[in-house]
């Protein structure tokens, strides 16, 4: 979930293993072999946190979209309207491998060591959480707003980490 969706192809055992070592360093194992990166692709996919691609290879793509829609009964709580703050910390804990939460932390702490990753800049979301408020956007179950009294905004980052969306609240869309 930390890594740039834009920038990251995971379509062998090997691509994912020279990114692990690239970003975590030689000492750290992480998975050891490929039994356990079919057991990842299967349960990502699975957990809503990645599709996988049927031609012409099976590519791993990042995408928490199902995760996140799954989530949201959990995050708004019986409300309607939150600030993107507020959403971003219910978020991560119902779902902590997302931003700001316990296990992502704690991965981002372990990628930082190494200098293979470099982290969101502040109030910049991830390129694969950007990626699943933006989908959960354009189906219309959720969306950004801007009021001119908000004390902070998130940013949804696109490619070459621009920002292509801010926000300083998100609606849950009554259907």
């Known amino acids: 979930m930390a890594q740039d969706v834009y920038q990251t192809e995971l379509s062998s055992w090997q691509d994912a293993q020279s990114l692990l070592q690239k970003q975590t360093g030689k000492n750290i194992t992480v998975m050891q072999n490929d039994t356990r990166w079919y057991g990842l692709k299967a349960w990502s996919q699975f957990l809503g946190f990645a599709v996988i691609g049927k031609f012409p290879i099976a590519v791993l793509t990042i995408d928490p979209t ?5 989530s949201l009964p959990d995050v708004f709580h019986k409300r309607t309207k939150m600030t993107a703050e507020d959403f971003i910390a219910e978020l991560a804990k119902s779902i902590p491998v997302l931003d700001s939460g316990s296990y992502r932390k704690n991965v981002e702490s372990k990628l930082s ?3 293979g990753w470099t982290p969101p800049e502040e109030n910049n979301l991830s390129t ?3 990626r699943a408020v933006l989908r959960l956007i354009h ?4 969306a950004g707003e801007n009021l001119s009294d908000a004390g902070s905004r998130i940013h949804l980052i696109g490619r070459s980490n621009k920002v292509i969306e801010t926000f300083s609240h998100l609606r849950l869309i009554e259907n």
């Open 128 to 130: 694969s959480l950007s």
């Open 113 to 115: 060591e190494h200098g």
């Open 139 to 142: 189906e219309g179950i959720i």
């Open 66 to 70: 199902d995760a996140v829609r799954d």
